[in-house]
């Protein structure tokens, strides 16, 4: 079974920058639709980027230019780097595959705040 571990996160103040990773094991991550999604306390779970195979990638205007979502194919690991980071992007963060999603990782913490 496909085991997703997310980290990275930590406490940082607005402005700042973090860079989360997105280890798997038992599957690649090199092809296909991956995301990284978050979920803030009593909010639903939303995608925050997106690549595809080709390394097409696509932001909501949330965090456009601001987050750059990537994959090195040789660690299977997938990475968000989070510049000019603001408080409502305090959340858990995830990875996951965009279609037939894998069990769920526990998420990396990300906090915001001065």
């Known amino acids: 079974q496909v085991q997703l571990v997310e980290s990275g996160g930590g406490l940082v103040q607005p402005g700042g920058s973090l860079r989360l990773s997105c280890a798997a094991s038992?599957?690649?991550?090199?092809?296909?639709?991956m995301a990284w999604y978050r979920q803030a306390p009593g909010k639903q779970r939303e995608l925050v980027a997106h690549?595809?195979?080709?390394?097409?990638?696509n932001y909501p205007d949330s965090v456009l230019g601001r987050f750059t979502i990537s994959r090195d194919n040789a660690k299977n690991t997938m990475y968000l780097q989070m510049n000019s980071l603001k408080p409502e992007d305090t959340a858990v963060y995830f990875c996951?595959?965009?279609?037939?999603?894998?069990?769920w990782g526990q998420g990396t913490q990300v906090t915001v705040s001065s």
């Open positions: 038992g599957s690649s991550l090199s092809f296909g639709d």
């Open positions: 996951n595959r965009i279609f037939d999603p894998w069990p």
């Open positions: 690549i595809k195979t080709g390394d097409w990638t």
